[in-house]
Structures are given as structure tokens and as C-alpha cells.
């Protein structure tokens, strides 16, 4: 903007150069140090020396106004006049008009290459230098230079500056009138202006025109005034460039309106007009600033946070999954899936393994041989959820795998097992821990093979052996064949037991016994052993034991009773006793054979034929009517008087086909249908009373029984 002042400031030089021209009314001449203003199509100057100049250009006084309104405007900041050049289109041709527009230049593009030119020397220069020569006077007038810019220019080149662009200082002396010119002289406060002038100015000869050289000044002052003008423009468009305009009026062709010239004020003048900031919007901005900072604030540890997450969250590595092992009747088992979540920050943000790694059930290679199978789960702090199905997909266990020890599988056959195994937050007590599930999907078979024994592999006749057999899967009764008769396997309290009376007179020897369960089949090998029988030789039948009553000789009404199926065991708390509190004689024991008229060879060898051999015992108690009692627990199947020489006859199920037949008695306490307790009191003994124990149809020694020397019994 300083530069700006200095080309005003040189005008006042040019001020005695107009002297001559009012010396001289007719013609006017401009000042010498000032060349006509640059155009693409200048004229060579006239002959005379006269420019060739349109009637009554320059003299009107309204240019000279406005030309004294574009000296105003030269002030620094002036923006708007170069947003009009800066947005003209570059196809059109502006008209150029009076250098007295109050719109300063603007940087025209096609000025580019006398840039160049105008970079050595400032403009003033060749203003000095032009006022000692004495041609001045006869440069041509710019009232010509409108004539040039209204030409169409040729394609290709930018249009020359419009006619709002010439700043007022741009405009040559000697082209404004007499009173533009004393304008200028009062604006610009230079030495010159205030009569200062050099000496060698006041020595020039102000009205004199050398034709020699004419030619010659002429070329200098075009060539000054054009560098004068390319130095001005280069100067306005850094003016631009750094006042930093915002808006950009559209271009215009004609000349700006006279009432935007007070839009071309400084920057300075603008800010003072703005208004100051109420309280309100002085603290609604500070909020807003000290919001922007706190946000910037949130932003950075947010960013902190979350590169330490993402480092947590890569720390988390599938090896820090648990591992928990699962056994099954001894066999380890793979799981089918998984779902953990390992702890990133605190509970609060996890990373999650997930994966099925068999989508079908895994098939168990053995089979389960035991009703009762283990399960284990290490470690054992985590809660678990069984369930088991058989192969009509109904449920026959669910719950937790403790509760499954209790567990028996009724039957075989092939199952599927569902075992979830989880880890919650609410059961662990680090919070940080990792969570989630571990599933196990198997498949197996039960297959079990019940236990067969022989609980009593030897025994004597007239005893009693006992086959027990395990819990079985099926729901079936085991079976047992061999040579010895049985009523067949009973529930017992671990499975099943079956128990086979001896004859009196069963063979001797190893007896084979098959038994058969779950489609399992075992063969036992029984031995049997003789047991020590007496005998009595009478020389009469009249000395025979009276009543007797042999294995065959039953009635009815007892026989019947036999054949039915027995009950459950009742002797297995308390066992048997005999019927009498006191003690009794026994004339006629269990495998006591009685003879009749045996000679004395046939009694030595205990061979003959003809004797009767008892299966049960003759009591004859010390008084008569004895009380008798209940030898062992059971249900009573009889109780009523038969007649002759059974007389009342009470039959007791022990259960399991044991049942206890006493004959002879005179009174009875109990009735059939009756439950009754070891030690309760039966009835009245007759003279004599027949005690019989028989399993099934077959009797045995109720002696052995009564004193517990029966080890067949003590199963159960």
C-alpha cells in the first residue's frame, strides 16, 4: 500500500506540466512524465504531434469527479474492485472506459510478460527522467486510450482490464481536465504538491515542444507509462492476495454503481463497526471452548483405551481356555463343543472361543457292564447337567452327575448322553475368571452281565442251597435248570435269589445247575453230600409212630396250598425258632427210616425192605397241651380242623415257597389269611404234633432249620 502512495505522490511533479496546457486553451497537452496507458492496439502518434483524441473525452466534468473519487479509493484494501476482475469471464471483451472509474485495477492476466519488463525500475523513475525532456508536451493525449480496449481482442488472448479496473492513479496528468487535476493535488499532501517543487522541475520550460525528438519521447513515456501500469497492477494484486477476500461479486460488464464506492473502505473501518459481545454470548462461547476441550480430552483417552483393550483383547489367547476332563464307566470322553469366554477387562468386556467340534454323539467303543456306571468331571467345582435317553428318546435320568451315582439303569441297551459342564461368574470367586460351557454328546451301550452265585456250593440232604443272581437290566426273573426241583428266583434286596430244597434221599455228588439271565447263561456245579439218618426194626406194626403222615400222604386241602407261588421273604428279620418254649422229645425224626420184621443181617447192613422213612418230625411235648407259637414271620394260608388224624392244621408262607404245616393241634389261635410275627402264639398242642417244612412240594429237615444249622437259608 506504501507503493500506492508513492505513485500518487508523483503527480504533483507533473503539476506545472499542465501550466502550459492553460496557456494554451486550444490544445491542452499532459503533463511529460506521463505516458499514455498501455493498450494492445496503441496508434502512432500524429504528425504534428497531436494524439488523435474523440471530441470532448476528457474535458467533462464528471470524469474529473470520478476521477476524484478513484484518488479516494486508492487507499490500502481494496478488495472488492479486484473480486470484479478476478470473476470476469475471460471470452468477453469489457469495454474500457474514462480513467476516472473508481475501481482499482486488478491483476490482468496478459500483463504477465511486461512483468518482466517493469521489474528493474519503479515508476517513478521514468517520470523523473521524462519531465527534463522537452518533447512532453507532445505526447497524445489518453482521452485516446478508450478506443483501444472497446476492439475486439483475437482468440486466445485475455481481455484487457475493464473499465472498473484502472485505478485513479493510473490515469495519465495530462489526460484529466484542470479541475480533476487540482483534486489530485489536494489529496496527495507531497512536497510537491505544496510548492515544493525541485529545481530541476521549476527550471523546465513549461510549454515547449522540441519536434526533433519527438519520436523518441514518445516511445519513452509509452514505455513509462507502461511499466508504471503493470508496477501498479502487480502491486494491487498482492493487495488482494493478502487482504484474503471471502466473497467475489459477480462480474460486470458496464461500469460499478456510484453507491458501491463506499463499499471500498478498509478492513479496519469494518471492525470497528461490528459490535462488541454481550455477556451471555462471551460465556456461551467460553462453554463451548472449554466443551471442545474437554471432547478433545475424551477423545485422546478414549484412543489410549482403546489401543490397551485391543492389547488385552490379542493377550487373550485360547491357552488360557480351562481344560476339563471327563471319564465315563473309566473311559475319558472328547467333548463335541465349547463356548468359553476369557476375561479382557474384568467381566465387564470378554473375548469369546466358540466352537462344535462334532456335531453328531460320540459312539463308546465298550460297553457298560455295570448297572450303577461312574461318571467324573475334573475339576469337580464346576456345575454339570446329565441327561440320559434311551432309544425311544424318552428321558430316563436328568440332573447333575453326583445325583447319577445313585443312579441304576433298569434294562439294556443302547442310550445317549448329554453332559453340560459350566463355569458362571456367580459360582466362581475370582470375577475375572473365565466363563462358559464345555458340552460332551456319547453314545454307549448297557450290556451288563448280572453276577451268578452258589451261595452254599456243598450241602447236606434235607438241607437247603441258595443261588443268588444280580441286578439285571431286563426286567425279566432269571431261570434256573437242573436236576433238583425250586420254586424258582424271588426278588431279593441286591437282585434276585432262588432256593433249592434237598431231598432226604437226593443223590450224592456234583449236581449241575444252569441258571440264565439277561440272555447271559452260567452252568454252577452243586455238590451234595449224605447226611446221618437212624432207624428203628419193630417186631410189630403196632409199635410204629403214630400218627405219621409221609411226604405223600398230604391232604388235599395242604396239597393245594403247595403248588401256589410264594410270597415275599418274611424270615429275613428275626429267622426261625422252634414252636415250643419247652423242651419236647422227638420220636420220629426227619430221614428216620422205620422197619418192621427185619432179620438181624438186614439190621446189621441197614438194608431191607418194607420200612417207612419220615420227612418231618414227631414232637411230643413234656405236657399235653402245650402252647405253641409262630416259629418264623409269615402269612397264615390255613387254619381248620381236617378231621381223623390230622386234626387242626394251620399252614404258615414263609415267603420265597417256604412254608411251616404243623398237624395235631387242639386249638388255634390264629385263622387263614392272618399276618403273623415270630414268637406269636399259634395254638394248643395235641398228645403229639407233626411239624413239617417243606419249599415247594419238597420237605426238608425242619430240625436244621429251627436251630439255624440251615446255611441255605441265611440268604437272602
Known amino acids: 500500500m506504501e507503493e500506492d502512495k508513492k505513485s500518487t505522490a508523483v503527480q504533483p511533479e507533473e503539476a506545472p506540466k499542465p501550466k502550459p496546457r492553460r496557456r494554451k486553451a486550444a490544445s491542452p497537452q499532459p503533463a511529460a512524465d506521463t505516458p499514455p496507458a498501455p493498450t494492445d492496439s496503441a496508434e502512432p502518434p500524429a504528425a504534428d504531434g497531436q494524439s488523435t483524441k474523440k471530441p470532448a473525452a476528457s474535458p467533462k466534468k464528471p470524469r474529473a469527479k470520478k476521477n476524484t473519487k478513484t484518488t479516494k479509493t486508492a487507499k490500502p484494501k481494496t478488495p472488492k474492485a479486484a ?3 478476478k470473476k470476469a469471464p475471460a471470452d468477453e471483451t469489457p469495454e474500457r472506459k474514462a480513467p476516472a472509474q473508481e475501481s482499482p485495477v486488478p491483476a490482468a492476466p496478459e500483463l504477465a510478460e511486461p512483468k518482466s519488463e517493469s521489474k528493474p525500475e519503479p515508476p517513478e523513475t521514468p517520470a523523473r527522467e521524462d519531465a527534463a525532456a522537452p518533447t512532453v508536451p507532445d505526447v497524445p493525449s489518453t482521452p485516446d486510450l478508450p478506443e483501444p480496449a472497446e476492439r475486439a481482442e483475437p482468440a486466445g488472448t485475455e481481455p484487457e482490464p475493464t473499465a472498473d479496473a484502472p485505478a485513479a492513479d493510473d490515469t495519465p496528468a495530462a489526460e484529466a481536465p484542470p479541475e480533476a487535476a487540482a483534486a489530485d493535488t489536494a489529496v496527495t499532501d507531497t512536497p510537491e504538491q505544496t510548492g515544493d517543487v525541485p529545481a530541476e522541475d521549476a527550471a523546465e520550460p513549461s510549454g515547449l515542444v522540441f519536434s526533433d525528438d519527438l519520436a523518441n519521447d514518445k516511445a519513452l513515456a509509452a514505455e513509462a507509462a507502461r511499466m508504471a501500469n503493470i508496477s501498479r497492477t502487480a502491486q494491487l494484486s498482492i493487495a488482494q492476495i493478502m487482504a484474503g477476500l471471502e466473497e467475489a461479486p459477480a462480474p460486470s460488464a458496464g461500469p460499478a454503481p456510484a453507491s458501491e464506492a463506499p463499499q471500498h473502505d478498509s478492513a479496519a473501518d469494518d471492525e470497528d463497526d461490528e459490535p462488541q459481545d454481550t455477556i451471555p454470548q462471551a460465556l456461551g462461547r467460553g462453554v463451548f471452548g472449554m466443551f471442545k476441550w474437554l471432547l478433545l480430552v475424551v477423545l485422546f483417552v478414549l484412543i489410549i483405551a482403546g489401543g490397551g483393550v485391543a492389547w488385552l483383547y490379542r493377550s487373550a489367547t485360547p491357552d488360557m481356555l480351562p481344560e476339563v476332563k471327563v471319564t465315563f464307566d473309566g473311559q475319558e470322553l472328547a467333548p463335541t463343543a465349547y463356548k468359553w469366554h476369557v476375561p479382557v477387562v474384568g467381566s465387564f468386556f470378554r473375548r469369546t472361543y466358540a466352537e462344535t467340534l462334532n456335531s453328531s454323539p460320540v459312539v463308546l467303543e465298550d460297553a457298560i457292564s455295570d448297572a450303577s456306571p461312574d461318571i467324573i468331571v475334573t475339576p469337580s467345582d464346576y456345575s454339570t447337567q446329565l441327561t440320559i435317553t434311551d432309544a425311544d428318546k424318552e428321558t430316563v435320568y436328568e440332573g447333575s452327575v453326583t445325583g447319577f451315582r445313585s443312579y441304576l439303569f433298569a434294562e439294556n441297551g443302547t442310550f445317549d448322553a448329554k453332559l453340560v459342564v459350566t463355569a458362571s461368574d456367580s459360582a466362581a470367586e475370582d470375577r475375572s475368571s473365565v466363563t462358559g ?10 450290556s451288563i452281565k448280572p453276577s451268578v452265585t452258589l451261595c452254599t456250593p456243598t450241602v447236606q440232604q434235607g438241607s437247603v442251597a441258595a443261588v443268588r443272581v444280580g441286578s439285571t437290566m431286563s426286567r425279566t426273573e432269571p431261570t434256573l435248570t437242573g436236576p433238583l426241583e425250586s420254586t424258582g428266583f424271588v426278588r431279593a434286596a441286591n437282585g434276585w435269589i432262588c432256593y433249592l430244597p434237598i431231598p432226604w434221599n437226593a443223590e450224592t455228588g456234583n449236581t449241575e445247575l444252569t441258571v440264565t439271565a439277561d440272555g447271559y447263561t452260567e452252568t454252577l456245579t452243586l455238590s451234595v453230600r449224605a447226611a446221618s439218618y437212624s432207624y428203628k426194626d419193630y417186631s410189630a406194626k403196632s409199635q410204629l409212630t403214630s400218627p405219621y403222615i409221609g411226604a405223600d400222604d398230604a391232604p388235599d386241602a395242604v396239597r393245594r396250598l403247595l403248588t401256589t407261588d ?10 426261625f425258632v422252634q414252636p415250643f418254649l419247652d423242651s419236647f422229645d422227638t420220636p420220629l425224626l426227619y430221614g428216620m427210616t422205620e422197619y418192621v420184621g427185619r432179620s438181624y443181617s438186614e439190621r446189621s447192613t ?7 422213612t419220615s420227612t418231618n418230625v414227631v414232637i411230643k411235648p413234656k405236657k399235653s397241651k402245650d402252647s405253641m407259637i409262630v416259629p418264623a414271620s409269615g402269612h397264615v394260608l390255613l387254619a381248620e380242623d381236617l378231621g381223623g388224624s390230622y386234626g387242626y392244621t394251620v399252614v404258615i408262607d414263609h415267603g420265597a415257597g417256604l412254608r411251616s404245616i404243623f398237624y395235631g393241634l387242639t386249638a388255634l389261635d390264629v385263622k387263614a389269611g392272618d399276618d403273623v410275627k415270630q414268637g406269636q402264639l399259634l395254638g394248643t398242642s395235641g398228645r403229639t404234633v407233626v411239624a413239617e417244612l417243606r419249599i415247594g412240594t419238597v420237605p426238608i429237615n425242619p430240625l436244621l432249620v429251627w ?6 437259608l441265611k440268604y437272602f
Open 437 to 446: 460351557t464345555e458340552t460332551w454328546q456319547f453314545r454307549f451301550t448297557v
Open 606 to 612: 441197614n438194608y431191607g425192605y418194607g420200612g417207612r
Open 83 to 85: 473480486k470484479t476482475v
Open 707 to 712: 436251630r439255624g444249622q440251615c446255611d441255605g
Open 566 to 575: 410264594g410270597g415275599e421273604i418274611q424270615w429275613a428279620v428275626g429267622g
